[in-house]
Every structure is written in structure tokens, then in C-alpha cells.
């Protein structure tokens, strides 16, 4: 039953591609980088046809700026997060190993804002260590910082100083009850709650990188919280996360065709979190272990 209802998404998303190349987000939105680069991924553990996904990864490329970024819009390039998604789309092709590399190389030598903390700072976490950010001169979260370390990982890169350091903000923005939010610790003294998909992305980038003393009670934290996710975003990131971690729930499918049946009552769920959902049913040892994202070596 599962790989029937994965196929029906399989297909939904194969109707988004656009005439000209890549993928919307939702009906009518028009070409999303970001979309396109989660449906490539899924489509890659999914065995699709792989023509489309040659398609796809050309289109990606085709939107690269000269210095290596993948910007969200062409009229916004200081929105590069999308370029940590075009690495892991681009992994394993031979055609797209130079705009894979270039993606590389900008991210190495681009962080966000940063600078020492002050003692009379309100803020819990320590800003001075380096991480990315969801847009350019910003300062460093934990989600655009644990993507950008996944895809680090995935070229053989967890050994760089940068991927060491972001290892080390991730850790440092982790909540000391356990879990994370988007990046902040404390305010004013005050802890600040945990949320799933933040805590799901960074298990999975930290998945053999770090003691499992060191995030157990992440782990715990999330295992608790998944039992009651009903919408895609968090509940593919928290799968993930906890398979990383080999803690993945018994009833994962379950919660998965739950998630996907909600579409009844909220509508089209976007590109990418169809493409999210169908990573979180098949990867069942986390997303750095398939296939299709396997470590290369540098």
C-alpha cells in the first residue's frame, strides 16, 4: 500500500515539472531551485527515469550564478540557501561535477555575520561561532548551517574547518533540555522552546559526527514529539533525524500516509515537502546513508 501512495506522489510531483525545466512549489508559482532540487533527490532514491533527473540537474545549473550560489529568485541573489539543496541534487553526476564544486567552493568561504558576545548580551548562544545563513550578511541559524553541513558531508568535506566549526555552533545552539529551534538558546535568561524540524535536520547532520552523549537529549526530546506531528515539514525532518540515529519509529509509514491524507482537508502540500515525506518513508537509515547521497571522497 505505502509504495502505491509514494507512486500517486511520485507522479504529482512529475505534473509540477514546468515545459521549460524544473519544478513549481505550488500550482501556478512558477520555477523554484529549491523544489526542483528536493524532487531530484527524491526521484534519485525512487529509481525515476533518469533522463528527467538529468533534465532537472541541467535546469539547476542553468540558474547558477558565476560565484557559485543558487539564489532563490534571479531578483534576489542574496537568498543562497538553495545552494546546499543543488549540491546534494547535483551528487553522483558526472555532468554537473563542476557546478557541484564551484556550489562547494562559494559555501566554504561564505558564512554569516558574526561577532564576539558581549557580557551584557541577552542572547544565550555564543554568536562568534560560524555557521550560514538563510540570507547573505545575515547572521548564522541552525537549519541553513545543518543543511549546508549535509551537503559538506556528502562531498567528503566533514573533515573541513568550516564543517568542523559548524559542528561545533550546532552544538552550541542546542537547547540544554534538549532539541533545537531556529538558532537562538536564551533570551534574557530565558530557555526557548524546541521545535521538531529544526532538531530533525540537525541530528541528521550531526549522525556519526558527534558522541551520542552529546545530543541524547535531543534524541529523547524527539521521540516524544514525533508521536504527535501531522504536518510534512516537521514530521520528514524528525523521521529523518531519528533514522540518522537508528531510532526511527516503528509505525514511520504510518505517520507518513496520516501526513499525506491531510491533503484531503489542507490542500497540495508544496514540491518539496511531497519530496521530503517520500525521503522520510524510503530512508530508513537516515538521508546520508542512501545511495544516492553517499559520502564521497575527496
Aim: hydrophobic content about 40%; aromatic content about 8%; proline content about 6%.
Amino acid at each position: 500500500m505505502i509504495n502505491e501512495i509514494l507512486n500517486s506522489v511520485i507522479s504529482e510531483i512529475e505534473r509540477r515539472i514546468l515545459p521549460e525545466g524544473g519544478l513549481e512549489n505550488h500550482k501556478g508559482g512558477g520555477y523554484r531551485p529549491d523544489a526542483t532540487a528536493w524532487a531530484v533527490i527524491a526521484f534519485k532514491t525512487w529509481r525515476k527515469d533518469t533522463k528527467i533527473i538529468q533534465q532537472l540537474q541541467a535546469r539547476l545549473a542553468s540558474e547558477q550564478l558565476d560565484d557559485g550560489r543558487v539564489c532563490l529568485l534571479p531578483k534576489h541573489p542574496d537568498a543562497f540557501w538553495p545552494t546546499s539543496l543543488a549540491i546534494l541534487a547535483w551528487h553522483g553526476s558526472a555532468g554537473h561535477i563542476n557546478s557541484q564544486y564551484r556550489a562547494v567552493n562559494f559555501l566554504l568561504n561564505t558564512s554569516g555575520r558574526h561577532f564576539e558576545r558581549k557580557p551584557d548580551s541577552p542572547f544565550g548562544h555564543d554568536p562568534s561561532i560560524k555557521g550560514w545563513p538563510w540570507i547573505e550578511n545575515t547572521h548564522s541559524w541552525v537549519e541553513p548551517t545543518a543543511l549546508t553541513l549535509i551537503a559538506l558531508r556528502t562531498v567528503g568535506y566533514e573533515k573541513h574547518p568550516r564543517a568542523i566549526e559548524a559542528i561545533n555552533m550546532l552544538l552550541d545552539r542546542q537547547l540544554h533540555r534538549g532539541g533545537w529551534n531556529y538558532g537562538n538558546t536564551k533570551v534574557f535568561g530565558h530557555e526557548l522552546n524546541s521545535m521538531p524540524a529544526p532538531t530533525g535536520v540537525a541530528l541528521q547532520a550531526l549522525a556519526g559526527l558527534v558522541h551520542r552523549e552529546k545530543i541524547e537529549k535531543s534524541l529523547l526530546y524527539l521521540k516524544t514529539a514525533v508521536k504527535k506531528l501531522y504536518t510534512p515539514f516537521s514530521l520528514g525532518w524528525s523521521l529523518l533525524g531519528l533514522s540518522a540515529w537508528n531510532e526511527r519509529p516503528s509505525n514511520s509509514q504510518a505517520l507518513v500516509l496520516s501526513c499525506l491524507e491531510r491533503q484531503k482537508r489542507y490542500g497540495p502540500y508544496p514540491t518539496s515537502l511531497l519530496s521530503l515525506l517520500i525521503l522520510a518513508s524510503i530512508c530508513e537509515n537516515g538521508l546520508l546513508n542512501q545511495d544516492v547521497l553517499v559520502k564521497s571522497e575527496t
